[in-house]
């Protein structure tokens, strides 16, 4: 129908506040800002963005700030969508750290995510699954 409003689509919308999250890196030594944004089935996003330091062990990444943020408003599970993105030009996945910490939060719902990784230029969709196949939670502890 002309004229009618269009919804935004969720993806973009995701992707949009993991963008407006990686505005606020803090990345003065490697200069490579990323932003993520968590989505949950209740509707509800929880961003996140790196965190450098100059002793680089101590680094954050935006995935791991996102999912801390998460955990610290009470948020146990029901995690269906990450975005990840960042200042370059190519696609980017999450590294395995943060695999494995979206991972835990992902298990507490019984949820498989789809991560879309961002580029300038080309966006993949991914589940969590098949980016950290044969992952180690608390099930490997039994």
């Not at 944004?37 to 929880?46: I, N, R, W």
């Amino acid at each position: 129908m002309a004229g009618a409003a269009t919804m935004s689509d969720p993806k973009d919308t995701l992707i949009a506040a993991a963008r407006g999250a990686q505005d606020q890196a803090y990345a003065p030594y490697s200069n490579f800002q990323v932003g993520a944004a968590l989505q949950f089935a209740d509707g509800s996003v929880v961003t996140g963005c790196n965190v450098e330091n100059a002793s680089y062990g101590m680094t954050l990444c935006a995935e791991t700030v996102a999912v801390a943020k998460a955990m610290a408003d009470g948020k146990r599970g029901g995690l269906t969508a990450v975005a990840v993105v960042g200042s370059g030009e190519e696609m980017i996945t999450p590294c395995g750290r943060c695999r494995q910490v979206l991972y835990e939060l992902a298990g507490l719902g019984g949820t498989d995510p789809v991560i879309h990784c961002v580029g300038v230029d080309v966006t993949q969709d991914v589940t969590l699954s098949a980016l950290l196949p044969a992952a180690f939670g608390p099930e490997s502890l039994e």
